[in-house]
């Protein structure tokens, strides 16, 4: 007879980390958090909406729906016909976010009949251009000239890794970030 371990993992959380993507990722780190998201800007704004577009159990959707409350993403809102979810201006932001996994996933993990939707602009009707980083002088940054330096937050972990990545690249260490 086979016995079969059930080991129960705490989810770790990264809010004291000194790295906004762990941090970021932190509530935005579950699929259905940002599938919650993307429902919002389709329009979605109930609870029984959510769950009968998404195909999500009640008891987790209810726990995404307040892990986005408290981080200020979704506000709830009682109205006539019961309650209501509607994004913040920080949740709102995220659809840059949308997208580009969006654009992404279009790109890198296709469907064989091709991309489902493609993001428009409204008033010209006209294809949106893959999300692209530019420096505030308006230079395109790919990943070739893409670098980091110590922001008002880094703490000395995090300046010690950026010096540590400035003298792999003076040592001709390719790596994305470093060469």
């Known amino acids: 007879m086979a016995y079969l371990e059930v080991c129960r993992v705490e989810r770790l959380t990264f809010e004291d980390r000194n790295c906004s993507v762990a941090r970021s990722l932190d509530v935005l780190g579950d699929w259905w958090n940002v599938l919650i998201v993307l429902e919002c800007l389709w329009g979605s704004s109930k609870f029984d909406e959510f769950q009968r577009n998404l195909g999500v159990s009640k008891g987790i959707l209810s726990k995404r729906l307040k892990l986005l409350q408290d981080h200020d993403i979704l ?6 016909g019961g309650t209501e979810y509607q994004l913040t201006e920080k949740g709102l932001s995220l659809h840059v976010i949308v997208v580009a996994i969006l654009q992404w996933g279009d790109r890198w993990n296709p469907l064989p009949g091709g991309a489902p939707v493609i993001p428009v602009n409204r008033n010209s009707g006209a294809p949106v ?3 692209q980083l530019f420096d505030t002088q308006g230079e395109a940054v790919d990943i070739r000239n893409l670098g980091l330096r110590a922001g008002p937050g880094a703490n000395a972990i995090t300046s010690r890794r950026l010096e540590e990545l400035v003298q792999r690249r003076k040592a001709g260490v390719k790596g994305a970030l470093a060469g």
């Open 129 to 131: 251009k893959p999300v």
């Open 75 to 80: 506000i709830k809102r009682m109205v006539d």
